[in-house]
């Protein structure tokens, strides 16, 4: 499974998808054209290993397609981004990671 379903729920502002039942999701702030990625929840129940990195991959195109800029406070995703140098293109000028 590569292609994981996002909802942005600007409400709570965050990014859900369901998986095996449960509810992951990303929590963010938003703060002119920057998306501050602040937490990230993945419920014990979630045993597809693969499923962290394409729930990640997911939102970062959602933001891509917006045109907004991404600062990673959450340790997996900064962990994520450092790994996958093509998203660096994301980060607003002067963060690095």
Same mark, same amino acid.
């Given at each position: 499974?590569?292609?994981?379903?996002?909802?942005?729920?600007?409400?709570?502002?965050?990014?859900?998808?369901?998986?095996? &039942?449960?509810?992951?999701?990303?929590?963010?702030?938003?703060?002119e054209r920057k998306i501050f990625l602040t937490k990230m929840?993945?419920?014990?129940?979630?045993?597809?290993?693969?499923?962290?990195?394409?729930f990640i991959k997911a939102v970062l195109k959602h933001i891509?397609?917006?045109?907004?800029?991404?600062?990673?406070?959450?340790?997996?995703?900064? &962990?994520?981004?450092?790994?996958?140098?093509?998203?660096?293109?994301?980060?607003?000028? &002067?963060?690095?990671?």
């Amino acid at each position: 499974m590569n292609d994981v379903s996002i909802t942005d729920n600007d409400f709570l502002r965050q990014f859900e998808t369901t998986t095996d &039942g449960v509810l992951a999701k990303i929590e963010y702030a938003l703060q002119e054209r920057k998306i501050f990625l602040t937490k990230m929840v993945i419920p014990e129940e979630v045993t597809d290993v693969a499923f962290k990195d394409n729930f990640i991959k997911a939102v970062l195109k959602h933001i891509e397609e917006q045109n907004l800029k991404v600062v990673p406070t959450a340790p997996e995703i900064a &962990g994520f981004l450092r790994k996958h140098k093509e998203y660096k293109d994301l980060l607003p000028v &002067g963060i690095r990671i």
